[in-house]
């Protein structure tokens, strides 16, 4: 009996051992966190399937336009092919088994009907693939439908809301919800992922690796990098070579306007730039080699001569696009020109401040210690021990009122409290008082640090 209790008593404690191990290591999210997460699946998943799913009213909407019914009609021509290669080979995607046989019949069933976009019968080369390929996946779960025509477009929607929901939430927390409910219920990303055309596919990749890059500029860590080559391929697979100038064109603009041109020598990432090839190169070699006429007419013809000329009847007015933009980010369209304002003054108080930054500094230990808490970044370039961004971290803060530091990391002993960017300013030219402290500041008869 004494055995049976001592091995009874053991278990137990194993068991509660494990337990108290496990609820370590998986850290369930907090009460708000959960909230957050309840709110924004309710509102995007609302905004995407009320009028896209059948249960929602979808499947009394059919493909508007002239682009829509097209893209869908080759998505279809496209898995067609596809199974009728994937019947002569006696194949699937996935080998049976690891036969040489088997292996060499998956590969001929995962290319048939995947290379080539094929509209009646005819190669359609005016587009890339990604957006043919993920509506072959649907239609092949779903069936052939116009509601599930639009699903690669929503799905992509989805993850660009989530990601920004959850890059916010690590480098600018507070508002990571507001801003993830912002651009779902925007008229252009509510109207874009609705649609059959392979503009989404292009937005939501390029958005999350610009999101990516932007966070490897405030923490200086390579991996972010990965973001941008990974999603940048995606994105070229989707519209082509507008992704990476596109991308070429914001960084350089970003450079810019900070004057930091080293960002564009340190964007270069050798393994990024391997991986952006290994995905990139394939479909468009082997599409090239199946049609010799494809550089000519996808390059050529739809790239080059549809933004320089007017071949194809799309030239607009520049107000025509103004209107557009305006539009798009109803009903958020004056909370967005707000804060380009307010982006232009920052701007313009870093360029102040970077050329003088003592004349904004000073000499006050607190104006360095506000600027060490802001924005919790630290600079790829720092150096050890330094203030780190104090030139373009005193812009950010001059178009401001107050600095909070309640999602400060790298500030030492800010608390909840507000700072005062009086020690921002320029620095008095008085004498100091015989006796002042330099460090601490007195306020109502009692030292407080900064």
Same mark, same amino acid.
């Given at each position: 009996?004494?055995?049976?209790?001592?091995?009874?008593?053991?278990?137990?404690?194993?068991?509660?051992?494990?337990?108290?191990?496990?609820?370590?290591?998986?850290?369930?999210?907090?009460?708000?966190?959960?909230?957050?997460?309840?709110?924004?699946?309710?509102?995007?998943?609302?905004?995407?399937?009320?009028?896209?799913?059948?249960? $929602?009213?979808?499947?009394?909407?059919?493909?508007?336009?002239?682009?829509?019914?097209?893209?869908?009609?080759?998505?279809?021509?496209?898995?067609?092919?596809?199974?009728?290669?994937?019947?002569?080979?006696?194949?699937?995607?996935?080998?049976?088994?690891?036969?040489?046989?088997?292996?060499?019949?998956?590969?001929?069933?995962?290319?048939?009907?995947?290379?080539?976009?094929?509209?009646?019968?005819?190669?359609?080369?005016?587009?890339?693939?990604?957006?043919?390929?993920?509506?072959?996946?649907?239609?092949?779960?779903?069936?052939?439908?116009?509601?599930?025509?639009?699903?690669?477009?929503?799905?992509?929607?989805?993850?660009?809301?989530?990601?920004?929901?959850?890059?916010?939430?690590?480098?600018?927390?507070?508002?990571?919800?507001?801003?993830?409910?912002?651009?779902?219920?925007?008229?252009?990303?509510?109207?874009?992922?609705?649609?059959?055309?392979?503009?989404?596919?292009?937005?939501?990749? $390029?958005?999350?690796?610009?999101?990516?890059?932007?966070?490897?500029?405030?923490?200086?860590?390579?991996?972010?990098?990965?973001?941008?080559?990974?999603?940048?391929?995606?994105?070229?697979?989707?519209?082509?070579?507008?992704?990476?100038?596109?991308?070429?064109?914001?960084?350089?603009?970003?450079?810019?306007?900070?004057?930091?041109?080293?960002?564009?020598?340190?964007?270069?990432?050798?393994?990024?730039?391997?991986?952006?090839?290994?995905?990139?190169?394939?479909?468009?070699?082997?599409?090239?080699?199946?049609?010799?006429?494809?550089?000519?007419?996808?390059?050529?013809?739809?790239?080059?001569?549809?933004?320089?000329?007017?071949? $194809?009847?799309?030239?607009?007015?520049?107000?025509?696009?103004?209107?557009?933009?305006?539009?798009?980010?109803?009903?958020?369209?004056?909370?967005?020109?707000?804060?380009?304002?307010?982006?232009?003054?920052?701007?313009?108080?870093?360029?102040?401040?970077?050329?003088?930054?003592?004349?904004?500094?000073?000499?006050?230990?607190?104006?360095?210690?506000?600027?060490?808490?802001?924005?919790?970044?630290?600079?790829?370039?720092?150096?050890?021990?330094?203030?780190?961004?104090?030139?373009?971290?005193?812009?950010?803060?001059?178009?401001?009122?107050?600095?909070?530091?309640?999602?400060?990391?790298?500030?030492?002993?800010?608390?909840?409290?507000?700072?005062?960017?009086?020690?921002?300013?320029?620095?008095?030219?008085?004498?100091?008082?015989?006796?002042?402290?330099?460090?601490?500041?007195?306020?109502?008869?009692?030292?407080?640090?900064?």
């Amino acid at each position: 009996m004494n055995d049976i209790q001592h091995s009874a008593d053991s278990g137990a404690r194993n068991s509660s051992a494990f337990i108290a191990w496990l609820r370590k290591t998986i850290k369930l999210p907090d009460a708000v966190t959960t909230r957050e997460f309840i709110i924004l699946f309710t509102v995007t998943g609302f905004l995407l399937l009320y009028g896209l799913m059948p249960y $929602f009213g979808g499947d009394q909407l059919g493909l508007v336009g002239a682009d829509e019914p097209r893209y869908a009609q080759v998505a279809r021509e496209m898995l067609e092919a596809h199974n009728q290669a994937c019947q002569r080979a006696d194949a699937e995607i996935v080998p049976r088994n690891l036969s040489i046989t088997a292996l060499r019949n998956s590969y001929h069933c995962l290319i048939g009907g995947t290379i080539t976009p094929i509209l009646y019968g005819k190669p359609w080369l005016e587009k890339p693939a990604l957006y043919y390929w993920r509506a072959m996946s649907f239609f092949k779960e779903f069936g052939v439908s116009d509601w599930s025509a639009r699903l690669p477009s929503s799905s992509g929607a989805l993850a660009l809301i989530f990601l920004i929901y959850l890059h916010m939430r690590r480098f600018r927390p507070g508002g990571h919800l507001d801003a993830a409910l912002i651009t779902m219920s925007s008229v252009g990303i509510f109207a874009f992922a609705r649609g059959a055309s392979t503009d989404m596919q292009l937005a939501a990749p $390029f958005c999350i690796g610009m999101l990516g890059w932007y966070a490897w500029y405030e923490t200086g860590k390579k991996f972010w990098l990965f973001d941008l080559y990974f999603f940048g391929a995606a994105a070229t697979l989707a519209k082509g070579p507008v992704a990476p100038f596109l991308a070429f064109f914001i960084i350089l603009l970003f450079a810019a306007l900070r004057r930091e041109w080293s960002i564009l020598r340190r964007t270069i990432w050798i393994p990024g730039i391997l991986l952006y090839l290994l995905m990139v190169l394939p479909w468009y070699i082997a599409v090239q080699k199946r049609n010799p006429t494809f550089y000519k007419l996808f390059f050529l013809e739809h790239n080059l001569e549809r933004f320089a000329t007017n071949r $194809f009847q799309h030239h607009q007015p520049p107000w025509y696009y103004l209107i557009v933009l305006l539009i798009a980010l109803m009903p958020w369209t004056i909370v967005a020109i707000r804060a380009l304002i307010d982006s232009i003054a920052v701007s313009i108080a870093e360029w102040k401040v970077r050329h003088n930054p003592s004349h904004y500094l000073g000499h006050s230990r607190a104006g360095e210690r506000a600027l060490q808490g802001l924005y919790h970044r630290r600079s790829p370039h720092a150096v050890d021990g330094g203030v780190q961004r104090l030139p373009e971290d005193a812009g950010r803060a001059a178009a401001a009122r107050q600095v909070y530091f309640r999602y400060d990391r790298n500030s030492q002993g800010a608390g909840d409290h507000p700072v005062a960017l009086s020690a921002l300013r320029p620095a008095p030219r008085r004498a100091r008082r015989p006796g002042t402290a330099s460090g601490p500041h007195r306020r109502g008869g009692r030292r407080q640090d900064r």
